[in-house]
């Protein structure tokens, strides 16, 4: 997939909250820097099999970050964003598949 420069300008090394892990986001908007935090919960870093792989949560945490900001940036609202199994319907459940289906969906 073709990267796009959408305005993100730094992330974080992702943080563990005890509910999962977290990366902070500094976009540019409006050409100002805007700073939000994406995270994943340990549930679903868990059923994707990434919960014990930090490089993974990291790439997974740009990617997704990275589409759901640029999402934000359609509707012109930037917000934290937790990524949670009950937010989502079950195929997104299913191990690797099931992330590379939500990945594909943003």
């Known amino acids: 997939e073709q990267i796009v420069d959408i305005g993100i300008k730094s992330v974080s090394n992702p943080t563990n909250n005890g509910g999962g892990y977290k990366s902070h986001f500094e976009v540019s908007y409006k050409g100002k820097p805007e700073y939000i935090t994406i995270g994943i919960s340990n549930t679903f870093l868990a ?3 990434f919960s014990e792989d930090i490089t993974a949560i990291k790439a997974a945490l740009a990617e997704l970050g990275s ?3 640029r999402k934000m940036l359609l509707k012109k609202e930037l917000i934290d964003y937790m990524f949670t199994t009950h937010d989502y319907p079950q195929e997104y459940q299913n191990g690797p ?5 939500l990945r594909d969906s943003l």
């Not at 598949?97 to 289906?101: F, I, S």
């Open 47 to 49: 059923i994707w099999g």
């Open 67 to 69: 589409r759901v900001i």
């Open 97 to 101: 598949e099931g992330y590379r289906l």
